[in-house]
């Protein structure tokens, strides 16, 4: 009787050890595909990362900041952010009541105002002005004076036509 007791606890050990042992390969097999899978997804996110920046290099490329050529011309003005400076002074066309009086339209649903501006250079920006519902882009010269004084001058506009 002790001998079968033996055999039972024998057998039963084994079939304990083989389940563990299936069952650890099959765990190891599940965590190789899962770590294999987060390889290749960061692997993605590196390479949309990548064009993300590509992308964000092209978009700077016309603009002040990144234009040491234009900057020059303010060197002698001492300003910490010319391009800061540049846009503010222009959003501050916007303060005056009615229209903004460098957009060339009368606004349909409320007054034309600045929204968004890029400044390209020393002497070009491009904005984009809406009343809400009807929006265009300008293109102005500006010329930044020695007494800091900004000139604005309208180049070129356009009005979007509404599409429902």
Known sequence: MKNKLFLYLFVFTALICLFLFVSNGNMQKAKDAKLVKLE?????????????????????????????????????????????????????????????????????????????IKILNHKWIVADFSDGKYWGELLIKYELKDDMGVDFTLIDHLLYTRTN
């Open 40 to 116: 290749n997804t960061v692997t993605a996110l590196e390479d949309s990362l990548q064009d993300s920046q590509l992308k964000v290099l092209d978009m700077q490329y016309f603009s002040l900041e990144n234009n040491d050529d234009a900057l020059a011309y303010y060197d002698h003005l001492e300003l910490e952010d010319p391009s800061r400076y540049i846009a503010d002074k222009l959003l501050e066309t916007n303060e005056s009541k009615g229209d903004n009086p460098l957009i060339p339209y009368e606004g349909m649903e409320s007054d034309f105002k600045l929204n968004k």
